[in-house]
Protein backbone atom coordinates (compact mmCIF):
# COMPACT_ATOMS: atom_id res chain seq x y z
CA UNK A 1 0.00 0.00 0.00
CA UNK A 2 1.51 3.35 -1.11
CA UNK A 3 2.34 5.91 1.40
CA UNK A 4 1.12 4.11 4.07
CA UNK A 5 2.20 6.06 7.62
CA UNK A 6 2.85 5.04 10.73
CA UNK A 7 1.74 6.19 14.27
CA UNK A 8 3.60 7.14 17.66
CA UNK A 9 2.63 9.59 19.53
CA UNK A 10 4.30 9.99 23.53
CA UNK A 11 2.12 11.25 26.28
CA UNK A 12 3.74 11.87 29.73
CA UNK A 13 1.40 11.92 33.23
CA UNK A 14 2.42 11.64 37.05
CA UNK A 15 0.69 8.31 37.49
CA UNK A 16 -2.97 7.15 35.82
CA UNK A 17 -6.17 6.60 37.23
CA UNK A 18 -8.17 3.39 37.66
CA UNK A 19 -11.00 5.12 35.14
CA UNK A 20 -8.13 6.08 32.75
CA UNK A 21 -6.78 2.39 33.27
CA UNK A 22 -10.24 0.55 32.77
CA UNK A 23 -10.36 2.47 29.48
CA UNK A 24 -7.49 0.82 27.98
CA UNK A 25 -8.38 -2.23 29.43
CA UNK A 26 -12.14 -1.70 28.27
CA UNK A 27 -13.43 -2.84 31.43
CA UNK A 28 -15.90 -0.04 31.67
CA UNK A 29 -19.23 1.07 33.97
CA UNK A 30 -22.18 1.09 31.82
CA UNK A 31 -22.11 5.25 31.78
CA UNK A 32 -18.84 4.75 30.92
CA UNK A 33 -20.24 2.39 27.60
CA UNK A 34 -22.88 4.56 26.84
CA UNK A 35 -20.68 7.68 26.32
CA UNK A 36 -17.95 5.73 24.37
CA UNK A 37 -20.89 4.77 21.70
CA UNK A 38 -22.27 8.57 22.05
CA UNK A 39 -19.13 9.19 20.13
CA UNK A 40 -19.00 7.48 17.82
CA UNK A 41 -15.52 5.91 17.24
CA UNK A 42 -16.38 3.31 19.27
CA UNK A 43 -17.54 -0.40 18.14
CA UNK A 44 -19.11 -2.34 20.86
CA UNK A 45 -19.55 -5.69 18.06
CA UNK A 46 -15.58 -5.56 17.78
CA UNK A 47 -14.45 -5.41 21.26
CA UNK A 48 -13.87 -9.03 21.76
CA UNK A 49 -11.85 -8.86 19.14
CA UNK A 50 -9.33 -6.92 21.52
CA UNK A 51 -6.02 -8.48 22.72
CA UNK A 52 -3.04 -7.57 24.82
CA UNK A 53 0.66 -8.79 24.34
CA UNK A 54 1.89 -10.05 28.00
CA UNK A 55 5.57 -10.70 28.97
CA UNK A 56 7.26 -13.37 26.25
CA UNK A 57 5.38 -11.60 23.87
CA UNK A 58 2.49 -13.65 24.18
CA UNK A 59 -1.27 -13.13 22.61
CA UNK A 60 -3.71 -13.32 25.25
CA UNK A 61 -7.24 -12.20 25.67
CA UNK A 62 -7.53 -8.16 28.01
CA UNK A 63 -6.93 -9.44 31.66
CA UNK A 64 -9.47 -7.06 33.08
CA UNK A 65 -9.06 -8.92 36.74
CA UNK A 66 -6.38 -6.03 37.63
CA UNK A 67 -6.93 -2.55 36.63
CA UNK A 68 -3.43 -0.79 35.75
CA UNK A 69 -2.62 0.98 38.89
CA UNK A 70 -2.93 -2.21 40.38
CA UNK A 71 -0.65 -3.70 37.96
CA UNK A 72 1.84 -0.87 38.69
CA UNK A 73 1.54 -1.27 42.68
CA UNK A 74 2.49 -5.36 42.01
CA UNK A 75 5.41 -4.23 39.43
CA UNK A 76 7.06 -2.04 41.91
CA UNK A 77 5.87 -4.30 44.87
CA UNK A 78 7.86 -7.06 43.33
CA UNK A 79 11.09 -5.13 42.56
CA UNK A 80 11.21 -2.98 45.46
CA UNK A 81 10.67 0.34 43.74
CA UNK A 82 9.04 3.03 45.59
CA UNK A 83 6.75 5.64 44.00
CA UNK A 84 8.33 8.83 44.45
CA UNK A 85 5.25 10.87 44.58
CA UNK A 86 3.24 8.22 46.87
CA UNK A 87 1.98 10.30 49.93
CA UNK A 88 2.20 13.67 48.23
CA UNK A 89 -0.77 15.69 48.59
CA UNK A 90 -0.18 16.49 44.82
CA UNK A 91 2.26 14.04 42.30
CA UNK A 92 4.95 16.30 41.43
CA UNK A 93 7.03 13.28 39.82
CA UNK A 94 6.76 11.82 35.93
CA UNK A 95 5.44 8.20 36.56
CA UNK A 96 3.92 6.61 33.57
CA UNK A 97 4.71 7.21 29.85
CA UNK A 98 1.87 6.19 27.15
CA UNK A 99 2.62 5.51 23.75
CA UNK A 100 -0.07 5.05 21.10
CA UNK A 101 1.39 2.89 18.29
CA UNK A 102 -0.59 2.46 14.87
CA UNK A 103 -0.55 3.43 11.40
CA UNK A 104 -2.69 4.90 8.50
CA UNK A 105 -6.47 3.75 9.04
CA UNK A 106 -6.43 1.83 5.57
CA UNK A 107 -3.00 -0.25 5.97
CA UNK A 108 -4.21 -1.15 10.23
CA UNK A 109 -7.57 -2.10 8.85
CA UNK A 110 -6.12 -4.44 6.38
CA UNK A 111 -3.80 -5.94 9.14
CA UNK A 112 -6.40 -6.12 11.90
CA UNK A 113 -8.96 -8.10 9.23
CA UNK A 114 -7.43 -8.82 6.17
CA UNK A 115 -10.06 -8.06 3.01
CA UNK A 116 -13.00 -8.65 4.84
CA UNK A 117 -15.81 -5.70 5.12
CA UNK A 118 -15.59 -3.61 8.06
CA UNK A 119 -18.45 -1.27 8.29
CA UNK A 120 -17.82 1.79 9.84
CA UNK A 121 -21.34 3.21 9.98
CA UNK A 122 -22.36 3.96 13.69
CA UNK A 123 -24.32 1.30 15.27
CA UNK A 124 -23.34 -1.47 12.49
CA UNK A 125 -22.84 -4.83 13.15
CA UNK A 126 -19.30 -6.06 12.80
CA UNK A 127 -19.54 -9.20 15.07
CA UNK A 128 -18.76 -11.59 11.91
CA UNK A 129 -14.98 -10.05 12.09
CA UNK A 130 -12.23 -12.54 12.77
CA UNK A 131 -8.98 -11.21 13.67
CA UNK A 132 -5.78 -11.71 11.25
CA UNK A 133 -2.54 -12.92 12.62
CA UNK A 134 -0.85 -10.15 10.51
CA UNK A 135 -2.19 -7.76 13.29
CA UNK A 136 -1.00 -10.05 15.75
CA UNK A 137 2.70 -10.20 14.73
CA UNK A 138 2.82 -6.37 13.63
CA UNK A 139 2.06 -6.08 17.85
CA UNK A 140 4.45 -8.55 18.74
CA UNK A 141 6.73 -6.47 16.68
CA UNK A 142 6.16 -3.60 18.43
CA UNK A 143 6.60 -4.95 21.45
CA UNK A 144 9.62 -6.28 20.93
CA UNK A 145 10.35 -2.89 20.06
CA UNK A 146 9.71 -1.64 23.48
CA UNK A 147 11.05 -4.23 25.39
CA UNK A 148 14.03 -4.24 23.83
CA UNK A 149 14.77 -0.40 24.05
CA UNK A 150 12.97 0.02 27.81
CA UNK A 151 12.96 -3.07 29.35
CA UNK A 152 9.97 -5.29 29.11
CA UNK A 153 9.62 -5.48 32.84
CA UNK A 154 9.03 -1.57 32.51
CA UNK A 155 5.88 -2.90 30.69
CA UNK A 156 2.59 -2.23 32.68
CA UNK A 157 -0.22 -2.86 29.73
CA UNK A 158 0.18 -3.37 25.95
CA UNK A 159 -2.98 -3.34 24.26
CA UNK A 160 -4.55 -3.75 20.87
CA UNK A 161 -7.78 -2.27 19.99
CA UNK A 162 -9.66 -3.72 17.29
CA UNK A 163 -12.93 -1.55 18.28
CA UNK A 164 -12.23 1.13 17.27
CA UNK A 165 -12.26 3.27 13.83
CA UNK A 166 -8.17 3.02 13.53
CA UNK A 167 -6.53 -0.55 15.00
CA UNK A 168 -3.98 0.88 17.13
CA UNK A 169 -2.33 0.53 20.85
CA UNK A 170 -1.79 1.51 24.30
CA UNK A 171 1.41 0.97 26.05
CA UNK A 172 1.72 1.72 29.81
CA UNK A 173 5.35 2.14 30.44
CA UNK A 174 7.28 2.86 33.67
CA UNK A 175 10.39 4.48 33.15
CA UNK A 176 12.54 3.16 35.42
CA UNK A 177 16.59 2.35 34.95
CA UNK A 178 18.65 0.64 37.55
CA UNK A 179 15.97 0.44 39.81
CA UNK A 180 14.36 3.82 40.02
CA UNK A 181 12.30 6.08 37.75
CA UNK A 182 14.60 8.25 35.84
CA UNK A 183 12.52 9.77 33.51
CA UNK A 184 14.34 13.13 32.57
CA UNK A 185 17.27 10.46 31.93
CA UNK A 186 15.52 7.98 29.62
CA UNK A 187 13.35 10.52 28.09
CA UNK A 188 13.51 14.00 28.52
CA UNK A 189 17.19 15.04 28.22
CA UNK A 190 18.88 18.23 29.72
CA UNK A 191 16.36 20.08 27.90
CA UNK A 192 13.99 20.85 25.22
CA UNK A 193 16.05 20.25 21.94
CA UNK A 194 17.70 16.93 23.15
CA UNK A 195 13.73 15.95 24.08
CA UNK A 196 13.05 16.77 20.60
CA UNK A 197 15.92 14.56 18.99
CA UNK A 198 15.77 12.11 20.77
CA UNK A 199 11.95 11.82 19.74
CA UNK A 200 13.17 12.09 16.23
CA UNK A 201 15.06 9.09 16.81
CA UNK A 202 12.30 7.32 18.38
CA UNK A 203 10.30 7.77 15.19
CA UNK A 204 13.24 7.21 12.67
CA UNK A 205 13.68 3.53 14.97
CA UNK A 206 10.34 2.63 14.90
CA UNK A 207 9.84 2.86 11.18
CA UNK A 208 12.40 0.26 10.88
CA UNK A 209 10.43 -1.96 12.52
CA UNK A 210 7.71 -0.80 10.10
CA UNK A 211 9.00 -1.57 7.13
CA UNK A 212 8.05 -5.01 6.96
CA UNK A 213 4.69 -3.95 7.47
CA UNK A 214 4.46 -1.51 4.67
CA UNK A 215 4.76 1.65 6.05
CA UNK A 216 7.06 4.51 6.54
CA UNK A 217 8.29 7.24 9.29
CA UNK A 218 5.71 9.87 8.70
CA UNK A 219 6.38 13.83 9.46
CA UNK A 220 7.16 15.10 12.43
CA UNK A 221 4.62 17.46 13.99
CA UNK A 222 7.99 19.79 14.75
CA UNK A 223 8.39 20.48 11.17
CA UNK A 224 4.73 20.67 10.07
CA UNK A 225 3.48 22.57 13.50
CA UNK A 226 0.40 20.06 13.03
CA UNK A 227 -1.66 19.89 16.56
Known sequence: MANAKQVLDVQVS???????????LRNRSEEAEKYAMS??????????????????????PIDTSRNIPERIADILGRRGIKDPNEGLAEPR???????????SRERMTEL????????????A??????RCKDIEEWAKDVYRFVADKY???????????LDETN????????????????????????DKYEFSARMKALH????DVNKRWGMERGTSVSETGAR
Do not use: M, W
Open 93 to 103: FRTVVNFIFGG
Open 167 to 190: PHVHCTLLPIKDGKFAYKQIFAGK
Open 204 to 207: SEFA
Open 151 to 161: GEENIVAFILH
Open 14 to 24: KGITAAQGNEH
Open 39 to 60: KGNYDPTRKHLNFEIVPGGKVR
Open 112 to 123: AFGDQKVNLTHG
Open 125 to 130: DNSHLT
